[in-house]
């Protein structure tokens, strides 16, 4: 049977009224998806019943709720803090981007495996739902570039892109073997204006508008023509609570599902900021990022989020520029 997008919302409704007393805990909760996400779900749950935690203490509104220091590769402060606060769902960000990852790979490798492989082991007792996100990072160059499918060749280059790859393998068995509710997106590189990203190849495309609203140029280390897919970080933020939300039996895809915002290139996003500041300049120097950006989708075919649950992407190029800007111009005046 197909669902239909008014399917999707009653479903999700239905699944909010099921957990009215969810705890929550974000790992990662400082970083660029982890400071928007962690706020979004207080909204939605209430302040209280969100734990945000991270290595270590971070700064702003995410330090206005629950907060606890910890390194998700120590197992035993892992436990005691599920136990100490009831933990029923977790939502585990923390990891080693792609262009970072590439500087230390089996440290990379390490963190993303091993954090990922503890807290779905925590799925099989007290938690009883997990959000992992994976990334277009596990397609590789000889994946279909155009309209990538769902499933499809995946040979990816870095050590992030692999240890996604076998992380959606770990999240596909751990619900075949053991039941464990655990959810997950591959989101293309993500933008928005709270927080800075952490080492990423799709960096480029937040860096650039705060170099334009800080009034100096931007050398881009990507080429002129390198089309990426990208999402503005509130449809992130909303297509993560809604995967989370969707009652268990509408998610027939336990791996990760595509997930496309919208596509552009350097100088189309260039293009984008130049009516608010016409003497914006931007050079290009390509260096490993560039090849690293090669490996990945142009575009991605995310039919089947919007069938199985719904996923409708509400940001084009031009809403995120005048959105970002707005956003930056009013945080960099507040300080
Ligand atoms: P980020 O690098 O900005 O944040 C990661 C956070 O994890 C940081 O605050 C860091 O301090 C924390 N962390 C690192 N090691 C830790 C440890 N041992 N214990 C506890 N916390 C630790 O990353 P992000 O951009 O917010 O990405 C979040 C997740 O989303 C990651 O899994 C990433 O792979 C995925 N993702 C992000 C993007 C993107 O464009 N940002 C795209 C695709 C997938
Ligand atoms: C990165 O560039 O590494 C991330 C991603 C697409 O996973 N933004």
Redesign the pocket.
């Known amino acids: 049977m197909t669902t239909t997008q008014d399917d999707s919302q009653k479903l999700l409704c239905l699944s909010s009224q099921h957990y009215p007393m969810e705890k929550i805990l974000v790992?990662?909760?400082?970083?660029?998806?982890?400071t928007e996400l962690t706020i979004s779900l207080r909204e939605k749950f209430g302040t209280d019943q969100v734990i945000a935690?991270?290595?270590?203490e971070?700064r702003g509104d995410v330090m206005d709720g629950p907060f606890e220091q910890?390194?998700?590769?120590d197992d035993a402060a892992y436990q005691t803090v599920l136990k100490k606060h009831d933990i029923t769902q977790v939502y585990?960000?923390?990891?080693?981007?792609s262009a970072k990852g590439e500087n230390d790979p089996l440290f990379a490798w390490r963190?993303n495996m091993d954090?990922l492989l503890r807290v779905l082991e925590s799925g099989k007792d007290q938690v009883k739902k997990i959000y992992?996100?994976?990334?277009?990072?596990v397609f590789g160059p000889d994946t279909p570039s155009k309209l990538t499918p769902q499933t499809t060749i995946m040979n990816p280059t870095t050590v992030?892109g692999i240890s996604?790859l076998a992380g959606e393998r770990w999240c596909e068995y751990y619900h075949q073997k053991y039941a464990v509710d655990v959810r997950s997106v591959?989101?293309?590189?993500?933008i928005g204006y709270k927080?800075k990203?952490?080492?990423?190849t799709?960096d480029y495309a937040v860096d650039i508008y705060w170099k334009a609203v800080e009034g100096s140029n931007f050398e881009c280390y990507l080429k002129p023509d390198m089309m990426l897919p990208m999402m503005y970080m509130d449809d992130a933020v909303r297509g993560t609570i809604e995967i989370m939300e969707a009652v268990s039996d509408s998610i027939k895809v336990r791996s990760s599902y595509n997930l496309t915002g919208v596509n552009f290139r350097p100088d189309e996003l260039y293009k984008s900021i130049i009516p608010y500041y016409p003497d914006f300049k931007i050079s290009y120097a390509p260096d490993f990022r560039q090849e690293i950006a090669k490996s990945w989708p142009r575009s991605i075919d995310d039919g089947r989020a919007r069938t199985d649950w719904g996923w409708h992407p509400k940001y084009d190029l031009t809403k995120m520029t005048e959105t970002m800007i707005a956003g930056l111009k009013s945080m960099l005046i507040e300080q």
């Open positions: 790992i990662g909760a400082f970083g660029q998806l982890g935690s991270d290595l270590n971070g910890l390194n998700i590769m585990h960000l923390a990891a080693i981007l963190l954090s992992w996100p994976s990334s277009i990072a992030y996604k591959r989101y293309p590189g993500l927080s990203p952490g080492g990423g799709t």
